[in-house]
């Protein structure tokens, strides 16, 4: 069973960076893909950013791309974003995923097993 832990979420200023943690607990972290979802009031969920297991390819969000950056450090079972140039509408609870190897497309939430609790991110204009 995988459990993941997010942390790093806060009160930032426009323009401002964060960068939030997620430490993956249980089974082999490095056969997941990894993924970063997020959810403002009264929004569904939207992905955001994912990293695939094995050779790292990114994916992303077009809203975030260039902002924000998805890392994964498999020694370390923790997968990161870095966000900067954060924006008002980046204010969300952030969440952290992880998929197996064969998943779906990795921008749909249903594909991903494993969920973590969320982190608050939210941006002051």
């Known amino acids: 069973q995988v459990q993941l832990v997010e942390s790093g979420g806060g009160l930032v200023q426009a323009g401002g960076p964060l960068r939030l943690s997620c430490a993956a607990l249980?089974?082999?972290?490095?056969?997941?893909?990894m993924a970063w979802f997020r959810q403002a009031p009264g929004k569904e969920r939207e992905f955001v950013a994912a990293?695939?297991?094995?050779?790292?390819?990114?994916l992303y969000a077009d809203s975030v791309k260039g902002r924000f950056a998805i890392s994964r450090d498999n020694a370390k079972n923790s997968v990161f974003l870095q966000m900067n140039s954060l924006k008002p509408e980046d204010t969300a609870v952030y969440f952290c995923?992880?998929?197996?190897?064969?998943?779906?497309?990795?921008?749909?939430?249903?594909?991903?097993?494993?969920w973590g609790q969320g982190t608050q991110v939210t941006v002051s204009s």
């Open positions: 995923a992880a998929a197996p190897p064969r998943a779906g497309p990795l921008t749909r939430h249903g594909n991903y097993d494993y």
């Open positions: 249980g089974r082999t972290f490095s056969s997941y893909h």
């Open positions: 990293i695939s297991w094995g050779v790292p390819m990114t």
